[in-house]
């Protein structure tokens, strides 16, 4: 299996759309991790963001 390193930097200030990209980006490598095929971690992934407003965040 293919190793992957990921480098992460944080700063101090709040930013609600860096927080949603970080989330998702985060659940998919979890996703990615399992081994799962790819038309089935879509589906997860749709069912979960089904409903959320996380485009229009201000």
């Known amino acids: ?3 992957k390193n990921v480098k ?3 700063s101090e200030e709040e930013n609600r759309l860096g927080e949603i ?3 998702r980006i985060i659940e998919r490598l979890l996703l990615e991790q399992l081994d799962l095929p790819i038309k089935l971690q879509s589906l997860l992934l749709s069912k979960h963001y089904k409903g959320k407003d996380d485009i229009n965040v201000s």
């Open 21 to 23: 990209w970080l989330e």
């Open 1 to 3: 299996m293919k190793s």
């Open 8 to 10: 992460i930097t944080v």
